[in-house]
């Protein structure tokens, strides 16, 4: 499902205290497409998920999913958080299997469908494990399996990844591109970190800093598997550093050397 940003603002509070968090900006997320965003802290990056989403509404312009207006959370989009957010008290299988429950999902096929996601995750052997027998990455890799159990049409993802360590990282990195390789569903990835981005995307998205707009929309054309150590990976961790380092210090385009 595409995913549209018709001119949207977003304002928190009331004057002289207001912030303008996103100004005047238009993006679409095409169908299938994985799409990273990209900017400075502050500049609205999880402001658009959460309007994609439901949870938040715009103050001005329209958010539309499928072609439809967004006026709430639904069950065609899913989204994943940094904070892993598993239940203590349920073990993993009984952790992916709480959005199904809520459905009234039978017992057999709440199972069916666990299993599936513990195998594709490989969780299997931990599927009666609690949270806290597991690591960060495993943790992530259930509330991962827990968001694609419901088969949400659109992902959306902010920082999934930014409390684990950087080999898990790359990893659950990895696992993400080869599931969504699969079904193409639509993704909208938030993260800081630029080789997250260009390892992830196949567009990428770079924000102004607040108010957020769009300072640069860039197709990732690298074949996957990508390498990081790559000329072309390196030349476009250069343009992006640059784009990225103007925002944070207020340098102007015209003063890039």
């Known amino acids: 499902m595409p995913i549209e940003f018709d ?79 598993l239940f203590p008290w349920r073990s993993a299988r009984r952790n992916i299997e709480f959005g199904l429950e809520i459905r009234g999902i039978s017992a057999e096929e709440r199972w069916n469908r666990a299993r599936k996601w513990l195998d594709i995750m490989g969780l299997a052997p931990f599927a009666n494990a609690y949270p806290h027998q597991l690591s ?57 970190s630029i080789d997250e981005a260009i390892m992830l995307a196949d567009r990428l998205v770079v924000m102004t800093r607040r108010p957020g707009r769009i300072k640069a929309d860039m197709p990732i054309r690298l074949a996957r598997p990508r390498d990081s150590a790559s000329d072309e990976f390196n030349h476009l961790r250069k343009t992006i550093t640059d784009l990225i380092r103007h925002e944070v210090h ?7 050397p």
């Open 7 to 85: 001119t949207v603002q977003k304002v928190f509070g009331k004057p002289p205290s207001q912030v303008i968090a996103l100004d005047g900006l238009s993006l679409t997320v095409n169908d299938g497409e994985f799409m990273c965003i990209l900017g400075p802290s502050g500049c609205g990056k999880s402001t658009l998920l959460f309007m994609a989403s439901g949870l938040e509404k715009p103050t001005c312009g329209i958010v539309r999913n499928d072609g439809k207006t967004v006026t709430g959370p639904g069950a065609d989009r899913g989204m994943l958080f940094q904070q892993f957010a």
């Open 250 to 256: 207020g340098i102007p385009e015209e003063a890039n």
């Open 136 to 192: 960060g990455g495993m943790q992530q890799r259930i509330a991962i399996a827990r968001l694609l159990v419901n088969e949400p049409e659109v992902l959306l993802m902010d920082e999934p990844f930014a409390s684990l360590d950087a080999q898990t990282r790359t990893a659950l990195g990895e696992e993400l591109v080869r599931v969504w390789q699969q079904d193409q569903r639509t993704v909208l990835f938030v993260t800081h």
